[in-house]
Nanobody
Framework: VQLQASGGGLVQAGGSLRLSCAASGSGFSITDMGWHRQVGWKERELVAHISSGGSANYADSAKGRFTISMDNAEKTVYLQMNSLEPEDTAVYYC??????????????????WGQGTPVTVSS
């Protein structure tokens, strides 16, 4: 599974950005996708998560401002970020949780990560 993230950039406080992350490859099923963010060497933190069935949850810092959505057919997850604050400045990473069944029927569950897209919010 390969993930390609895009959409990061520089925006003023109060502005909006939309992040996208597309999964490519074959032989797997996506169960969940999400977005995390990391500032410097701090621990990567969950921003939002969505299941293939559409159930979403958010970090408290994202509730009411960010919206996660997923296009199952396109294997793409989006993060619409509104009312951005300087505290949202970070590198944003997408993830995909997948299930693969190998040739002998073993189910393999895995998490893949995108390359990260930087978001900078100026005050």
């Amino acid at each position: 599974v390969q993930l390609q993230a895009s959409g990061g950039g520089l925006v003023q406080a109060g502005g909006s950005l939309r992040l996208s992350c597309a999964a490519s490859g074959s032989g797997f099923s996506i169960t969940d996708m999400g977005w995390h963010r990391q500032v410097g060497w701090k621990e990567r933190e969950l921003v939002a998560h969505i299941s293939s069935g559409g159930s979403a949850n958010y970090a408290d810092s994202a509730k009411g401002r960010f919206t996660i959505s997923m296009d199952n057919a396109e294997k793409t997850v989006y993060l619409q970020m509104n009312s951005l604050e300087p505290e949202d400045t970070a590198v944003y990473y997408c993830n995909a949780d997948t299930i693969t069944v190998d040739s002998v029927g073993t189910v393999v569950v895995a998490r893949s990560w995108g390359q990260g897209t930087p978001v900078t919010v100026s005050s």
